[in-house]
């Protein structure tokens, strides 16, 4: 400072600069803080730049976002002019669908109340219906039981008028005629190469039939002819449906009358390939002809007829009984005896010939007989003679047989007394209705032959003394027929053509027999062949004769159908009087 108390300007100037470096440093530090905010302003800018960037990104994306929905909302514009368009053509038809509603509403309750005024109607006319059924079912019921009980008083007088007419056929010594018809074959149907497909339907149409068990309706439809029905009246008929049982059940009635002293004779006759060989025997093939009672539904009339002769005979005393078998064929007019055997015992078929006895019988010499014990023995034989049986195909036929085959069982009883006609007694006795009835109805006939029941024939001889009935000899022929050719159907030439001649020509002159009879002339012609011959005992009237018809029922057959019916009509005819019973004595052969 200065003496004279100032201060001095040096002090002044240390002073202002002490201010100004103050000053100074305090623009150092506004410097560094303001440089620190620029550095921090710096950042936040490139971050927001950063930012900036991004935004503008976003923002092109957006703008792409907006050009495409304002494109969309341009297409969106479009689409919904044409929703639009289409939302007012619905509400057109909405609203036509609305008037057609109602329209078809109205119609409906027009129809509805129409409907329910029906308902009512047809309800009203059912209750009277009702009413009227029920009236209905009450007569109907009456009438079914009325029906029941004509049925029934039918079929008891059916029966009796089955009685009363096997009777009539006891007492005229009729011939009983069974007709089998045949169902469709295959080779019935099976279409020739010359045949047009009409003809064939035509050849292959039914024109049998059975109508009833007694009656045979044939249509005869030929070209060229008017429309003829045809009815046949037979003791039994059999429909195609028939088995082999139903034929048997009404063959075995003849078998008792076999043990009770009666000759029996069963024939089937027929065309070729109508069935005779299946209702005699059973089914038949090439390779295989052995009979068998294992096969017992389609076994036929032979060996159950030896069943039932067996059966009959094991309820007589043992030892009263022997059954002897003969087994011959007649071929080409010729009898073969197909159990005869050579001397290594093998059996082979051996020609025998037909003679006629002093007494008129006819009889076959030194014909093979073989004893059988039963019905397995039996058809052991019958197998035999068949293996040697002549067979040959047709046109008709594949197993056509050649020859008339005959067995026959020859029944021995022995030691007859005055007992053994106790039953026949007894029957008598208990048919006095039947009885009177016959008397009624034949009483000159009845006072002629003494008899009390018409199915039991009586003969002087029965009541001799037991000393002269030994034995009593009872014959069981059952006959096999060959079948009737027409050559032009069964096609055959040479050797099949002469067997077909002979096979005629036999069938023909057991015809013309028949016709003797029934004609009752005084000379039978027996002897015109050899089958006639054999048989002469059967149909003349010394046994009881049962022939089986068998036809075709096709068209194809009409013909040959005819024929047989024919045949069965005329055997139906005659009569042969009372057969009589086998009780003469009768001298034993050795065996």
């Not at 021995?412 to 109805?441: H, I, M, N, Y």
Request: with cysteine; aromatic share 6%.
């Amino acid at each position: 400072m200065r003496p004279d108390g100032g201060i001095s300007p040096g002090l002044v100037a240390q002073q202002r600069v002490r201010q100004l470096e103050q000053k100074l440093r305090a623009k150092e530090e506004r410097i560094v803080v303001l440089e620190t905010e620029n550095a921090l302003l710096h950042l936040k800018l490139a971050e927001f730049r950063g930012l900036i960037g991004r935004d503008c990104n976003e923002v092109a994306q957006l703008n792409f976002v907006h050009d495409k929905q304002q494109n969309l909302c341009r297409s969106m514009s479009s689409v919904i002019v044409q929703v639009y368009g289409a939302i007012q053509r619905l509400k057109q038809d909405l609203k036509n669908l609305h008037s057609f509603a109602l329209e078809l509403s109205r119609d409906f309750q027009h129809q509805y109340k129409n409907s329910l005024y029906q308902v009512l109607t047809v309800v009203q006319r059912i209750q009277l219906q009702n009413e009227a059924m029920q009236t209905f079912q009450t007569k109907a019921f009456d009438l079914a039981q009325s029906l029941q009980e004509v049925n029934e008083r039918y079929q008891q007088e059916k029966q009796k008028r089955k009685i009363l007419h096997n009777s009539l056929v006891e007492l005229r010594g009729n011939i009983r005629v069974h007709c089998r018809i045949r169902p469709l074959l295959p080779f019935d149907t099976a279409s020739g190469h010359s045949v047009s497909q009409d003809r064939h339907r035509k050849l292959s149409e039914k024109v049998a039939h059975a109508t009833d068990d007694e009656t045979v309706l044939v249509k005869c439809n030929r070209p060229g002819h008017t429309l003829i029905n045809k009815t046949f009246q037979f003791d039994r008929v059999y429909s195609a449906a028939a088995s082999q049982d139903t034929v048997f059940a009404d063959v075995a009635p003849l078998l008792t009358s076999l043990l009770d002293g009666y000759n029996v004779c069963i024939m089937a006759y027929g065309q070729t390939g109508s069935g005779k060989t299946y209702t005699m025997l059973g089914p038949q093939s090439e390779d295989d002809v052995t009979l068998s009672i294992e096969d017992e539904p389609e076994l036929g009339i032979i060996p159950r007829a030896t069943e039932e002769v067996f059966r009959l005979i094991s309820e007589k005393p043992p030892g009263s009984h022997w059954v002897e078998v003969s087994v011959v064929e007649v071929y080409n007019n010729e009898i073969f005896d197909l159990l005869a055997k050579d001397s290594c015992g093998r059996v082979f078929g051996l020609k025998r010939d037909v003679v006629t006895t002093k007494e008129g019988k006819s009889d076959v010499p030194l014909l093979t007989y073989e004893t059988v014990e039963n019905a397995v023995e039996f058809l052991q034989l019958v197998d035999k003679g068949l293996q040697l049986r002549v067979k040959h195909p047709t046109l008709v036929h594949a197993h056509s047989s050649r020859s008339h085959l005959v067995v026959t069982l020859t029944i021995t009883t022995k030691a007859v007394s005055a007992d053994s006609f106790a039953p026949l007694w007894t029957d008598e006795q208990s048919s006095p209705r039947l009885s009177k009835e016959l008397v009624g109805t034949f009483p000159q006939q009845m006072k002629d032959d003494k008899l009390i029941f018409p199915s039991r024939a009586s003969s002087p001889a029965q009541f001799e003394s037991t000393e002269k009935l030994k034995h009593i000899k009872t014959k069981l022929q059952l006959v096999d027929l060959a079948g009737s050719e027409c050559v032009g159907m069964s096609g055959v030439t040479g050797v099949a053509l002469r067997e077909t001649s002979f096979i005629n020509r036999s069938l023909s002159a057991l015809s013309d027999v028949l016709g003797a009879i029934a004609e009752q002339r005084s000379h039978i012609p027996y002897r015109n062949s050899k089958l006639t011959h054999l048989l002469q005992d059967s149909i003349g009237g010394n046994a009881k004769l049962l022939v089986m018809l068998c036809i075709s029922p096709c068209q194809k057959y009409l013909a040959e159908s005819l024929q047989s019916l024919g045949f069965g009509t005329r055997a139906r005819q005659v009569q042969r009087g009372q057969v009589k019973k086998r009780n003469l004595p009768v001298s034993s052969k050795s065996k």
